[in-house]
Structures are given as C-alpha cells and as structure tokens.
T-cell receptor, first 112, second 116 residues
Framework: GQQLNQSPQSMFIQEGEDVSMNCTSS?????WLWYKQDPGEGPVLLIA?????ELTSNGRLTAQFGITRKDSFLNISASIPSDVGIYFC????????????FGTGTQLKVEL | GAVVSQHPSWVICKSGTSVKIECRSL??????MFWYRQFPKQSLMLMAT?????????EQGVEKDKFLINHASLTLSTLTVTSAHPEDSSFYIC????????????FGSGTRLTVV
C-alpha cells in the first residue's frame, strides 16, 4: 500500500538539541497526524492538523501542515531522553472514519 | 480521553492453528475500526477497515479468508488469524475511530503474534 516518505530515517542527537523531521506525499491529504511509538506499544497521537498552512503546538512539539497539502513538519525543541522513540506521520483524506496512511517513520535517539 | 484495549498483548501459537485478537473501545462507541500489521523496524500497514455490522474492507494483498474480521458491536472488533504460519508472526495493532471526529484515531497497545 501507499506510504508517506519521512526523513530523516533516524537521528542521533544530544539532549537539549532541537529536532526537525518531515513527511512528504505524492498525493493530497486533508488531515495530518503525528504519532510517537515506543517499543512494543501502539502509536500515541501527538498533534493533529486540519488546515493547510496550520501551525500547531503541543508543549515542546510544533507541527505544520504544508500549504500544498502534500507535506508536514514536526519540530521538537530542547529534546530530553524520554523523546526517544519512533515518530510517524499519518495522513487522512477526511478524518474520522477514514483510513490513515502512515509514513515510513523517523527513529529518534537522544544522547545524554 | 478515548481508550482502546487490545487483548492479548502477546501470543505464541503453533503453525496451523488459529488465533483471535480482540480490540475494544472502552469509553466510546467506535463506528469504524482498523487493523494494522507492523513488521520489525517498519511502519504500520493497514490490513482492513471494519464498520459495525458490515463486512470488512480489506487492503490489496490481504487475504480475507486468512484474516477474519468481525465487528459485531460498536465497542468490539476481532481479528482471527486462521491457519497461522511463521510468516504471519508480526505486531498487530487495532485502531478505533468515530465518524466525523477528526481526532478520533485511538490505537490499541498491540498484539505480538509469534507462530512457531
């Protein structure tokens, strides 16, 4: 099935650094979601975006819905050890009740 | 917030047997439930979408006779892996959604299936 392309595939950063990752698609989505997955667990929703150009924050996390509707960005400021995990973007054509297409994932490792 | 319970969290079965995985929405009624499969170090791949009282819609390449989905109520969906083989070993995750609720994609904690 279709997948969204995420970059980078993995990141190894120092505690306290800011992190940026992005997600691109060949087709348009009307809802973009960012999830974090810890080992052996299901994904947990971090941020949801509903409008092109929208910029939304959740604590140290900020995400943007690209103007073209074909991309999205996630920034994490002042990373801490518990930020370690895999981050997935996901797109939906029209939200609740409609299937999500997931990105390839960005694995984040934080060095103390 | 919305909670989705998935059971069992892990299961080991013999090749050729069937395994049932349950997905329950605990504090809301889910109009739609989704089943995903995730192989190690890979992303989530949608297997099927099920609406309460209807037949599931399977993604291309997913065998509907092998992965039986039942969505008999607004709070329960089950996935049965029939005649399991080692290549079916994977992490299976369900998600429950509420129609028109843009935040309504809550995931279960997943089931690790190992077929020996």
């Amino acid at each position: 099935g279709q997948q969204l392309n995420q970059s980078p595939q993995s990141m190894f950063i120092q505690e306290g650094e800011d992190v940026s990752m992005n997600c691109t698609s060949s087709s348009i989505f009307n809802t973009w979601l960012w999830y974090k997955q810890d080992p052996g667990e299901g994904p947990v929703l971090l941020i949801a975006l509903y409008k092109a150009g929208e910029l939304t924050s959740n604590g140290r996390l900020t995400a943007q819905f690209g103007i073209t509707r074909k991309d999205s960005f996630l920034n994490i400021s002042a990373s801490i050890p518990s930020d370690v995990g895999i981050y997935f973007c996901a797109g939906s054509i029209s939200g609740g009740g409609n299937k999500l297409t997931f990105g390839t994932g960005t694995q984040l490792k934080v060095e103390l | 917030g919305a909670v989705v319970s998935q059971h069992p969290s892990w299961v080991i079965c013999k090749s050729g047997t069937s395994v049932k995985i349950e997905c329950r929405s605990l504090d809301f009624q889910a109009t739609t439930m989704f089943w995903y499969r995730q192989f190690p170090k890979q992303s989530l791949m949608l297997m099927a979408t099920s609406n309460e009282g209807s037949k599931a819609t399977y993604e291309q390449g997913v065998e509907k006779d092998k992965f039986l989905i039942n969505h008999a109520s607004l709070t329960l969906s089950t996935l049965t892996v029939t005649s399991a083989h080692p290549e079916d070993s994977s992490f299976y995750i369900c998600s429950a959604s509420v129609l028109r609720d843009l935040d309504g994609y809550t995931f279960g904690s997943g089931t690790r299936l190992t077929v020996v």
